[in-house]
């Protein structure tokens, strides 16, 4: 099994950007598609984006498109989420993903195709 460990959360203004990381043990993270997904109180989870284990391959939620980027280096075990001109409305707490596909293309962007979860790191975007 991988375990998954995402930090980088914090407390920012409106426009800033923060980078969340995600690092992998356990097992190589080469060999997962991975995601990231949020939760804001009373709401449900929603994914936000997801990569292939090739890397040529994203996905990105309407909501994130051209404020986010997601990434990874399989090298370090560990992914990325870029998060630019952040909204009030990206508090949430942030979550990382991975599930186990042989084909390195594919990108998965619903929750139920993930198998292993972070624990979660917390953002907060001040007005």
């Known amino acids: 099994q991988v375990q998954l460990v995402e930090s980088g959360g914090a407390l920012v203004k409106a426009g800033g950007s923060l980078r969340l990381s995600c690092a992998a043990s356990?097992?190589?993270?080469?060999?997962?598609?991975m995601g990231w997904f949020r939760q804001a109180p009373g709401k449900e989870r929603e994914v936000l984006a997801g990569?292939?284990?090739?890397?040529?391959?994203?996905y990105y939620a309407d909501s994130v498109k051209g404020r986010f980027t997601i990434s990874r280096d399989n090298a370090k075990n560990t992914v990325y989420l870029q998060m630019n001109s952040l909204k009030p409305e990206d508090t949430a707490v942030y979550y990382c993903?991975?599930?186990?596909?042989?084909?390195?293309?594919?990108?998965?962007?619903?929750?139920?195709?993930?198998?292993?979860w972070g624990q979660g790191t917390q953002v907060t975007v001040s007005s």
């Open positions: 993903a991975a599930s186990s596909i042989l084909n390195t293309r594919t990108v998965l962007s619903g929750e139920r195709q993930y198998s292993y």
């Open positions: 356990g097992r190589t993270l080469s060999g997962y598609a």
């Open positions: 990569i292939s284990r090739s890397i040529t391959n994203t």
